[in-house]
Every structure is written in C-alpha cells, then in structure tokens.
C-alpha cells in the first residue's frame, strides 16, 4: 500500500489547516503521526474502518478532527485553532494497527506544518 499526503503549510496562530492522505489499498486503521526537531514521532489522531472508532491526543483533543472515506481509501485530519506547538512533519500511516511507530506498516511522505506565533 502506498500512501500519498497532501496539505500543509505555513499558518498563524489559531488558522485551520487539512491534511489529507490517500491510500492505494484498503488498511483498517488510518491517521497521523508528527514528529517535531529533536522529539520523537508521536500519533496525532488515528480512525479505524468505522468512523466510531477513532483516537486523538491529549494536546489536540477538540481542535483536531480525523475523517476516512473507506470508498475512496482517504484519510483526512481538520486541524483547528493551531499553536505553534503543534509546528512538526507531519506522516500519514497506515496498517491493521497504528497504534505505535513500530506497529506502522505503511507510511507516506511526511508533510510540514508551521505554525507561526
């Protein structure tokens, strides 16, 4: 499977931005990963074949919203009211299991976002 991110940029304080991710198999478990200078790559949000079953991080809780279209194989990830905190390369993943780095089977290109103060 291969995956094919799109969006980022660089924005301020508070501005939206989305993500979006499209894969050219069907995975059960789609969503992102960031990874900041000098962190390590953490899971941002994730979805699983139903809309229902979906994760997000503490820090993003509320302001990040995940979607998948499983007809279309896309995942997409609303982001609102960014902080520069959330500034980071940003990796679409996918697989049976995304739930760490290291249980990871697909990724795709990692996508900057810029969040400016």
């Known amino acids: 499977v291969q995956l094919q991110a799109s969006g980022g940029g660089l924005v301020r304080t508070g501005d939206s931005l989305r993500l979006s991710c499209a894969a050219s198999g069907r995975t059960f478990s789609m969503g992102w990963f960031r990874q900041a200078p000098g962190k390590e790559r953490e899971l941002v949000a994730a979805?699983?074949?139903?809309?229902?079953?979906?994760f997000y991080a503490d820090s993003v809780k509320g302001r990040f919203t995940i979607s998948r279209d499983n007809a279309k194989n896309t995942v997409t990830l609303q982001m609102n009211t960014l902080k520069p905190e959330d500034t980071a390369v940003y990796y679409c993943?996918?697989?049976?299991?995304?739930?760490?780095?290291?249980?990871?089977?697909?990724w795709g290109q990692g996508t900057q976002v810029t969040v400016s103060s």
């Open positions: 993943a996918a697989g049976p299991n995304i739930a760490t780095v290291s249980r990871v089977a697909y």
């Open positions: 979805v699983g074949w139903t809309a229902g079953s979906t």
